[in-house]
């Protein structure tokens, strides 16, 4: 991935969603010295990136492409985080149960999954579903 592809997108988002490029920094929480460092070519940690890609409703992926084609979060998913972060914690506290292994409670998952983006809380809940689903089959079957 290209060290300068990564500035050229922010300042780009920047333009098109009128933000002078310190006031965005400072609204992540970040120094406007980030920014110089991200033009001399620095790319920054996973989690500011990701901040970045959900400040703008981007994907991660996206500040990293060459093209000007920005892959826009749909609101629609932005709106269900918190339903896929309830419903995913109730299935990780079940499938502790299921597995007979010791597990978080559900309050303690939900703080954990609150961190995520939205593409990762729907790979989590496919990845549940589909063992759950696995285990089901493997329980149905006669030994």
Not at 52 to 61: E, L, N, P
Not at 62 to 91: G, Q, R, W
Not at 115 to 124: D, H, T, V
Request: proline share 3%; hydrophobic share 40%; glycine share 4%.
């Amino acid at each position: 991935m290209g060290n300068y592809v990564f500035y050229d997108n922010f300042i780009k988002l920047c333009n098109e969603n009128k933000k002078i490029p310190s006031a965005v920094a400072r609204d992540l929480g970040l120094s406007s010295a980030a920014v110089s460092k991200w033009k001399d070519g620095a790319v920054p940690r996973r989690t500011t990136i990701q901040k970045v890609a959900d400040y703008f409703g981007v994907t991660y992926d996206s500040l990293f492409d060459e093209s000007t084609e920005y892959v826009k979060v749909p609101a629609e998913k932005l709106e269900m985080a918190p339903h896929y972060i309830n419903a995913i914690a109730e299935m990780l506290a079940v499938t502790g149960k299921v597995f007979d292994v010791a597990s978080a409670t559900e309050l303690q998952w939900r703080e954990q999954l609150e961190k995520c983006n939205i593409e990762q809380l729907f790979s989590i809940q496919k990845t549940l579903t589909d063992v759950i689903q696995e285990k089901a089959i493997k329980n149905a079957k006669p030994e």
